[in-house]
């Protein structure tokens, strides 16, 4: 009972995973909480939507195509509304990043409508039986698609040079500059794959939960946001940590008996955290500068 | 009074004027927090919510007399601001912002869940106590005393500690009293405002009191100038009536509301008003020189 | 005899694995204008954030007037008598010289936010012997012509100015300058000089961290020298000019 718990927990981890990761990478580079990430998700969500039913495609292409589209979408808010920002106070990028998010939401409310659509069946629902767990087709297509994701992300950090020049712009934004790598293409790039990220979380949630809303981005996004800064914000495979940990928690605190007060245990571990560890549980300690 | 104003207003204007007092009032809690003392909140519909459920409750269970259940929401709400505050306000930056955050939703779950709040049925039935004078009487006490704060040496500390912590705390300034004070005053006009709420509209229900809706009193006070009391009341005006006067477009208001914000924030990233004291507006002297052509616009 | 008003005894500060500053022992007299040098990066500003309780030591012991004051939160310090600069100016920009310079005494004052609202006679009185004290400080640093302007539009010299200024209206015992003169024409520094000499007549210490060897050699009365953590020298300028641990430090001499 426990391991399946535990099992579907990861699986919703995951997706927290992926939404977290967007917030991180954002964030270790411009300082910036991206509040219109968890709209990036939803219309991620509803572009796979749109793939299925419309264009009568697989799910690969309806993955694909989401996480395309959004990548083009990431870009292009940063371009408009937090570039030209950038050497403004801190909270100027913020709002502007809210206002972003409530536009993307009331218009995908005016094109949809303000009711849950459901996910139509990509995957047939057959469980297998793994011990004393049950892991159905929907959750090991996430956890293959997540991995897989993760993993390539991995690669890019580490060994492709827009992925190192990635680093270090969240190492030391100015120094990067000086050293000649052109941060804003740098800043689109993460852009680029932060939103990509999320909007195959997005079509994977839908696709787990079999139901897609414009609103669904405001709880998810939140929730991803917080599984980023228990892992450590700037930290990618804080993220990572987070989100599963995150999921893993929920999960078990729903199995608990907490089901009313699920919407809370991410935010409780979150102050929890933040209290004692306030940079995370992989973030590094802030030194005071004099 | 009242029947003063309804001799030139309908209902409907009147709904409107008083319900941006109410927000006023939270506006200038939130400008003390943020504005003044620099410390980001995103939870502060947590501590309007805390104030209206405290004061609607006193009324509706206990018969207490108006203006004393709304002091009670207030003091509830400056309360948990004090008890949040003490262990939270030592994060710097960000790691604040982000704490007010996860309060926020975590008052809105419990508010959800308890009995005595009605749930998600929310609670109805609350007396239609918040009349336009009594909303603008509270409101010209609020900027009355946020205008005394400013050349205080209380409201001095507290601008020290936005513009530098460690100065401030080198000249003598016991940064953790001051921010838990500010944070004690701020959230306690927080539950004032989420009373008076209470007492205008007769219901509650925890999701009005969600994120969303700290954010909203955050563009207020951004979009209006963070720090300046003029701007507060002209930001809050414009985003409170915009959507008022955006009624025409219908299905596509708040559509233009986003687009505005972003708009808003690139044109004037210091907000409308960024920069301006009410008091020296009146002092006639050399203000300052930090890009702000629309100072002449508040007198 | 003077009276000692500030010892330090084997103070040592570690971050991670690096000694920033390595059991230093000092002691300094009531009245006297001491300097510590040392090469760019030898822990001077630490000393400094030491002092002011900014860092907790490591290990050892900081005496004020005789009391320990290691572990004192910053704020306390400052009210039991020590005022400081910083090395990068720390100015509330956005609030006027006068409102800076006001910031100063607010450990010898004691108004809070009902003061502010009812504003009884005491608290107004109170505000007055504020501004009073401020425009003295300004005064003497020759910035009250520039009392109602923003901080962060003054030029670099007034704002290292408007820094000691701000010091003062605390009525510190003793004043740390944090590289005072830095980034000053030789006219200002000679300014600089006599000011600070004027704050040396009212009676107060004065220790202060600085490059520029004419200006400290000029007005110093003992000199501490720190190299890589560690106090290598002290005596008076003169002493300490022929100091041979003092010239292999500077000249960067190899110790083989």
Redesign the interface.
């Known amino acids: 009972m426990l391991s399946q718990q535990i099992l579907n927990g990861i699986t919703l981890g995951a997706t927290y995973a992926l939404i977290a990761l967007g917030y991180t990478m954002v964030y270790g580079i411009i300082?910036l909480?991206n509040?219109a990430h968890g709209e990036i998700y939803m219309v991620g969500a509803f572009v796979g939507v749109l793939m299925v039913t419309v264009f009568q495609q697989g799910l690969l292409v309806s993955l694909g195509a989401a996480m395309l589209a959004c990548m083009i979408m990431g870009v292009t808010i940063e371009r408009?509304?937090y570039r030209?920002?950038r050497r403004?106070?801190?909270?100027?990028?913020?709002?502007?990043a809210?206002?972003?998010?409530?536009?993307?939401?009331?218009?995908m409310t005016?094109i949809k409508g303000p009711q849950p659509v459901a996910f139509p069946p990509v995957i047939n629902d057959a469980l297998y039986k793994m011990g004393p767990v049950e892991i159905s087709k929907v959750q090991i297509i996430i956890l293959i698609v997540a991995s897989l994701l993760m993993a390539a992300l991995h690669f890019i950090v580490k060994h492709v040079k827009i992925g190192k020049a990635m680093r270090a712009a969240s190492e030391d934004y100015d120094t990067a500059a000086l050293m000649g790598i052109n941060v804003n293409q740098v800043i689109s790039f993460t852009f680029a794959i932060g939103s990509a990220l999320a909007a195959a979380g997005g079509v994977l949630v839908g696709i787990y939960f079999n139901s897609v809303s414009p609103f669904m981005g405001?709880t998810a996004g939140?929730k991803a946001?917080?599984a980023a800064?228990l892992g450590g914000?700037g930290s990618i495979p804080g993220a990572m940590l987070g989100g599963l940990f995150l999921g893993v928690a929920e999960t078990l605190g729903i199995a608990g008996g907490f089901d009313?007060?699920k919407?809370?245990i991410?935010?409780?571990l979150?102050?929890i955290v933040?209290?004692f560890r306030?940079?995370g549980l992989l973030g590094r300690p802030?030194?005071?500068k004099? | 009074m009242d029947s003063i104003f309804s001799m030139f207003l309908n209902d409907y204007y009147i709904q409107v004027l008083t319900m941006l007092g109410i927000y006023l009032i939270g506006a200038l809690g939130l400008n003390l927090i943020t504005g003044v003392t620099g410390q980001l909140s995103f939870g502060h519909a947590a501590f309007l919510s805390i104030g209206a459920y405290t004061s609607a409750i006193l009324s509706l269970k206990l018969h207490i007399p108006f203006a004393l259940a709304i002091l009670a929401g207030g003091l509830m709400a400056g309360l948990w601001g004090v008890l949040l505050g003490y262990p939270t306000l030592r994060l710097t930056g960000d790691y604040l912002g982000i704490a007010t955050l996860g309060f926020g939703e975590i008052v809105r779950v419990v508010f959800l869940n308890m009995s005595i709040t009605g749930g998600a049925l929310g609670l109805a039935g609350i007396p239609r106590s918040a009349t336009l004078t009594a909303v603008l009487f509270v409101v010209i006490l609020t900027v009355w005393a946020m205008v005394r704060l400013e050349n205080s040496r209380f409201g001095r500390s507290l601008v020290a500690i936005r513009e530098d912590e460690i100065a401030a705390e080198a000249m003598g300034v016991n940064i953790t009293t001051t921010k838990i004070a500010a944070f004690a005053i701020g959230t306690f006009l927080a539950g004032i405002s989420g009373g008076l709420y209470a007492h205008l509209i007769q219901y509650l229900n925890p999701s009005d009191f969600g994120f969303i809706k700290s954010f909203e009193f955050l563009t207020f006070i951004v979009l209006g100038g963070l720090g300046s009391i003029p701007g507060v009341i002209l930001g809050t005006s414009v985003l409170t009536l915009a959507p008022e006067f955006l009624r025409f477009i219908a299905d596509y208001r708040m559509m233009v509301y986003g687009l505005l914000m972003v708009l808003m924030m690139i044109v004037r990233p210091r907000g409308l008003l960024g920069g301006v004291q009410l008091s020296r507006l009146f002092a006639k002297k050399k203000v300052q020189q930090t890009g702000t052509s629309a100072c002449g616009g508040a007198n | 005899m003077s009276k000692t008003i500030l010892e330090l005894d084997s103070v040592t500060i570690r971050f991670g694995g690096l000694t920033a500053v390595d059991s230093v022992d000092m002691k300094i007299e009531e009245g006297t204008i001491r300097a510590l040098i040392g090469p760019n990066g030898a822990g001077k500003s630490t000393i400094f954030n030491l002092i002011t309780g900014i860092y907790p030591p490591t290990a050892g012991e900081i005496r004020f007037l005789g009391n320990k004051i290691n572990g004192l939160k910053p704020h306390l310090i400052t009210e039991m008598g020590i005022a400081r600069t910083f090395q990068n100016i720390r100015l509330f920009g956005e609030m006027t010289v006068l409102d800076n310079v006001k910031i100063g005494t607010h450990c010898r004052t004691c108004s809070g936010f009902l003061g502010a609202l009812v504003r009884s006679p005491k608290v107004k009185a109170e505000e007055r012997t504020i501004t009073e004290t401020s425009m003295e400080a300004l005064k003497l640093m020759e910035l009250d012509h520039k009392a109602d302007e923003l901080a962060m539009n003054l030029p670099y010299g007034e704002q290292r100015r408007l820094e000691i200024a701000r010091a003062l209206a605390s009525r510190p015992k003793l004043i740390l300058l944090d590289e005072p003169a830095a980034g000053m024409n030789p006219q200002e520094k000679q300014t600089l000089m006599s000011m600070i000499r004027k704050i040396q007549a009212m009676g107060l210490t004065i220790f202060l961290v600085e490059h520029d060897m004419k200006f400290v050699m000029n007005l110093s009365d003992r000199i501490t020298v720190l190299d890589y953590g560690k106090k290598i020298a002290a005596g008076s300028p003169a002493e300490v000019q022929r100091d041979p641990a003092v010239i292999a430090a500077y000249l960067g001499k190899e110790v083989v």
């Open positions: 300082q909480i509040f408009i509304a030209p920002l403004s106070t801190r909270l100027a990028p913020l709002i502007s809210i206002g972003v998010s409530i536009f993307l939401q009331t218009l005016k405001v939140l946001f917080c800064v914000i009313l007060y919407d809370a991410a935010f409780t979150l102050i933040l209290l306030p940079t802030i030194q005071r004099v």
